[in-house]
């Protein structure tokens, strides 16, 4: 497989150093993507770099996934307006493992030839002297050179303070990761956002300055949102990878709806659909877009390499769920998750004890009908139900053994009016 003619077609490459298609034909070539331990989960904006180790993998070199304990302790400025929040140690400790965690859902790490590998820069930053680092590293970067890098002069000619030393110093010290790296495991290939165009190329320039050897780098394009916001923001938040941040539901419905202007280039760069399936899909968009096909073969493909198939089929019975689909097998929380947005009320358990409460009680104290009358004849004409299941009785209660682990009842009027009871 021809790596750099994979990233293209999948629109996958932004820049790449001079040599690097050569290097990558003529052999094995151990390649690294950074990670930051700022949070204990990635979100989808990592996918893109996340699928680039995929397909560094399956063309048969070795993706090395660095995880910034030490970096991560300072703070990458790039991309940022103000500076980072500090992190503990123990906190970078416990978020690295939980990153490594989640790209064992993407790589392999037990292949015969090519096993994915996971290395920490704490463990050779932690045992830096400054007075030699300075010496021995410091005297190859230029100040005036850091000050036109792209992430720094970003920050300077900005209306916030500016940049400080701990963050200014953050190339320094990636840089030297690129050098240890290729000392440890023979590394000779970064990869990155496009915004780490500028560490990625002083690891590379000072590989060269101290121990003589050419290395390379290759960045992906950052992805941005319909209206150019930062792809994997909403309204709630970012879409996390953990099901415990987001759940595998709202993961789900984040790439269902996708628009039609996107969903082919999201298509290209967030799974391992081939050129082929993705034309057929192409041009079932431009011929049947109210099937959303394009968006279907998205939305499982990415929720089933992240949660897993168990995952995807929860959430696809939950996005079912919400337009009238079977219920049962969720639990509360899913019920919390899928109608979170939907109008609610809550009723007292011990007035569902014995034979219950009436349906047409609920309907006009939940606003779903306007008199007992108008709820009896909304019944009649088949138009109410509990729970998904149509009620056909114009008398009919509910108990607390109708609710949801006995704490939610579901009303809907028609195919979308929903409401949700809380039994307290």
Request: charge should be negative; charged fraction near 25%; glycine fraction near 10%.
């Amino acid at each position: 497989m021809d790596l750099i003619e994979e990233f293209t077609w999948r629109e996958m490459l932004q820049d790449v150093t001079e040599g690097t298609a050569d290097a990558l034909a003529a052999g094995k070539v151990s390649g690294y993507i950074g990670f930051d331990p700022t949070a204990s989960s990635l979100h989808v904006g990592n996918l893109m770099p996340i699928m680039g180790l995929v397909h560094l993998q399956r063309a048969g070199h070795t993706p090395i996934i660095l995880t910034g304990g030490g970096t991560g302790l300072i703070g990458d400025p790039s991309g940022k307006a103000d500076e980072r929040q500090l992190l503990t140690k123990e906190d970078a400790a416990e978020n690295s493992a939980a990153i490594r965690a989640q790209l064992e859902h993407f790589l392999d790490f037990d292949a015969s030839s090519n096993a994915a590998m996971t290395v920490n820069n704490l463990d050779w930053l932690s045992e830096l002297s400054l007075v030699d680092f300075l010496r021995d590293v410091g005297k190859h970067f230029s100040v005036k050179a850091m000050m036109n890098k792209e992430s720094v002069r970003r920050r300077l000619e900005g209306e916030d303070s500016g940049i400080t030393f701990t963050e200014f110093a953050y190339m320094l010290l990636q840089a030297y990761d690129f050098v240890e790296l290729n000392e440890r495991v023979g590394c000779t290939l970064q990869m990155g956002g496009s915004d780490q165009w500028g560490n990625i190329t002083a690891g590379i320039d000072l590989l060269r300055r101290m121990r003589g050897q050419r290395a390379y780098g290759i960045t992906f394009p950052l992805i941005t949102g319909p209206g150019g916001e930062k792809f994997g923001k909403t309204a709630a938040g970012a879409v996390w990878l953990d099901p415990e941040r987001t759940s595998p539901y709202r993961f789900y419905q984040f790439w269902i709806n996708t628009g039609d202007d996107d969903v082919i280039r999201y298509l290209k760069f967030s799974t391992l659909l081939s050129r082929t399936e993705i034309a057929e899909l192409g041009d079932s968009l431009e011929s049947n877009p109210q099937e959303r096909a394009a968006q279907r073969a998205l939305a499982e493909n990415v929720t089933r390499a992240v949660h897993g198939e168990s995952g995807l089929d929860k959430a696809v019975q939950a996005t079912r769920a919400l337009f009238g689909g079977d219920i049962s097998g969720l639990g509360a929380g899913d019920i919390e998750d899928i109608f979170a947005n939907v109008p609610s009320s809550k009723v007292s358990k011990s007035d569902l004890e014995g034979e219950g409460k009436p349906v047409v009680d609920f309907l006009v104290e939940a606003g779903v009908a306007t008199s007992k009358g108008d709820a009896r004849r909304a019944i009649e004409g088949g138009g109410i139900y509990a729970n998904n299941r149509r009620i056909s009785e114009p008398d009919a209660c509910l108990t607390n053994d109708d609710a949801v682990e006995g704490r939610y009842l579901i009303l809907r009027k028609g195919k979308k009016r929903y409401h949700v009871v809380e039994v307290v």
